[in-house]
């Protein structure tokens, strides 16, 4: 079964500082890797979808990498700033052939950026 | 907002309720989720409808239910509920079935006592 961890839990950072966060994966196939961000008690939002196929996806100040064959993917956010704060969640999605119909979460990383 | 609507956002109920979550979605996509999201746990994959069939119950209690009218809403109807079923509920959904992008709704946070 597929499991995704993400370290650290939590992050606290000075607005202004460029940041990584790491996701890493134990089943190497997959088909597409998404990150979300989460806000206290609210939903998912979907920052970033990166395809098997593909190295990288960016958007604004918000980088992701993905290394399918070392099961790992980055979260790159630069000049971080306070409403940046919030938990972040890597999730994969396995290959259609294997039947399978979920998303597997990592439990998230809360980032808390100080002004 | 992101295109899938959830309500109520927020359900206190008592164990001997009967309640029903509702998830309503017009972005044109065939496939339906219900997460549940416990403190401290990754999100669980409850069910999965693909154009208003049940493909997947993931060993989910009888006291949860869900029922999918059509491809734009997603229910799940609740009853005899316990403490430890306390969770945000998300729904999700997707273009088709499994592999592609997900959107899910705001949640609906509830609270049995």
């Known amino acids: 079964k597929q499991e995704v961890t993400q370290i650290p839990a939590a992050l606290s950072v000075p607005e202004g500082e460029n940041l990584v966060l790491n996701c890493s994966f134990t089943?190497?196939?997959?088909?597409?890797l998404q990150w979300f961000r989460q806000d206290p008690g609210k939903g998912l939002t979907s920052l970033l979808l990166?395809?098997?196929?593909?190295r990288e996806q960016t958007s604004g100040r918000l980088n992701a990498s993905l290394d399918k064959s070392s099961g790992r993917s980055t979260l790159y956010i630069a000049a971080s700033q306070p409403g940046d704060s919030a938990t972040y969640l890597c999730?994969?999605?396995?290959?259609?052939?294997?039947?399978?119909?979920?998303?597997?979460f990592g439990t998230g990383t809360r980032l808390t950026v100080i002004p | 907002e992101t295109g899938v609507t959830q309500t109520p956002r927020h359900l206190v109920m008592g164990m001997t309720n009967k309640k029903s979550l509702k998830c309503e979605q017009h972005l044109g996509h065939n496939a339906m989720y219900w997460y549940k999201q416990s403190a401290k746990k990754p999100l669980e994959l409850m069910f999965v409808y693909s154009l208003e069939e049940r493909v997947e119950n993931n060993s989910v209690p009888s006291r949860f239910s869900p029922e999918c009218p059509n491809s734009s809403h997603l229910f799940l109807h609740l009853h005899t509920l316990q403490p430890e079923d306390s969770a945000l509920y998300l729904c999700?959904?997707?273009?088709?079935?499994?592999?592609?992008?997900?959107?899910f709704g705001s949640g609906t946070r509830l609270t049995v006592v």
């Open positions: 990166i395809q098997s196929s593909q």
């Open positions: 999700a959904s997707s273009q088709e079935l499994g592999n592609y992008g997900y959107t």
């Open positions: 999730a994969v999605s396995p290959f259609l052939q294997t039947g399978a119909n979920n998303l597997f």
């Open positions: 089943d190497s196939a997959i088909y597409n």
